[in-house]
């Protein structure tokens, strides 16, 4: 499978901005299946049931019933999951989200500009970015291959 076939999970809970962003990614030329999800819980559910790893997970950080952070977290502690990336795409500007999206394990974090046009434009680097250059982990890690988890988890 290749990265233009594999899915794109997208966990975000407000209607417009889905519509928005599956637009300008139908716009600038993604293909890829995109899977949504309307809250942190439902984004889990629906990445452990994949059968295979999602390229990229794009993570609203204001989510109903589990909070972005919290989903990011799992999606950390998880073996499976560990290398996935994640890109926070939300609209939080505040100093603690960028710090603590980072502090567990964000690959990125964009901050979803109001104006249309802006938009369309972070959705264009994105996806150039994610979808075309970044060299994505293999959909099933081999975890004998991987290194030891500082922590101890797995």
């Not at 690959?107 to 994610?130: G, M, T």
Request: net charge negative; aromatic share 6%.
């Amino acid at each position: 499978m290749t990265s233009r076939e594999r899915s794109i999970l997208f966990i975000e809970d407000n209607p417009d901005d889905i519509e928005l962003t599956l637009h300008a990614l139908g716009e600038h030329g993604v293909r890829n299946p995109i899977v949504v999800a309307n809250n942190g819980a439902e984004g889990l559910e629906k990445l452990a049931h994949m059968p295979e790893l999602p390229l990229v997970v794009l993570l609203d950080l204001s989510l109903p019933k589990l909070g972005g952070i919290e989903v990011l977290q799992r999606i950390r502690a998880n073996a499976r999951t560990r290398l996935l990336p994640v890109i926070i795409l939300t609209s939080s500007s505040e100093e603690r989200d960028v710090i603590d999206s980072y502090h567990f394990g964000a690959n990125s974090y964009v901050r979803k500009p109001v104006d249309f046009e802006e938009f369309h434009e972070a959705a264009r680097q994105l996806c150039v970015y994610w979808l075309l250059v970044n060299q994505p982990p293999p959909m099933r890690p081999s975890l004998k291959d991987a290194p030891p988890d500082p922590q101890g988890k797995e």
